[in-house]
Nanobody
Framework: VQLQASGGGLVQAGGSLRLSCAAS????????IGWFRQAPGKEREGVSC????????YYSDSVKGRFTISRDNAKNTVYLQMNSLKPEDTAVYYC????????????????????WGQGTPVTVSS
């Protein structure tokens, strides 16, 4: 099982980025995927999660209305579209999957996710 996150970079406040999480060794269609971020000196936080059946999504209050999680089953890839970026969105972003959970699971608790990508840095300048 591998997850490869990409798409991070430097962007001005108000700009957009789309993060990608390419999966191998498992099928994203059948498992929950989460995006998390960790800013310097802060704990890792759940940003957005998508259940395996697409019935449930989670967005943290800080990104609700600005970020959108989606899945392309044909490409076995999950995306995080980030719009109206703010300096406080600056962090390393990680994708992860919880292979033991399915159905409506879309929990932002990082401890429930067992496979993680390497992280892609996002810097939003003011």
């Amino acid at each position: 099982v591998q997850l490869q996150a990409s798409g991070g970079g430097l962007v001005q406040a108000g700009g957009s980025l789309r993060l990608s999480c390419a999966a191998s060794g498992f099928t994203v269609e059948h498992h929950a995927i989460g995006w998390f971020r960790q800013a310097p000196g802060k704990e890792r936080e759940g940003v957005s999660c998508l259940s395996s059946n697409d019935a449930k999504t989670y967005y943290s209050d800080s990104v609700k209305g600005r970020f959108t999680i989606s899945r392309d089953n044909a490409k076995n890839t999950v995306y995080l579209q980030m719009n109206s970026l703010k300096p406080e969105d600056t962090a390393v972003y990680y994708c992860a999957t919880a292979l033991d959970y399915s159905g409506n699971f879309a929990d932002p608790d990082a401890s429930m996710y067992d496979y993680w990508g390497q992280g892609t840095p996002v810097t939003v300048s003011s």
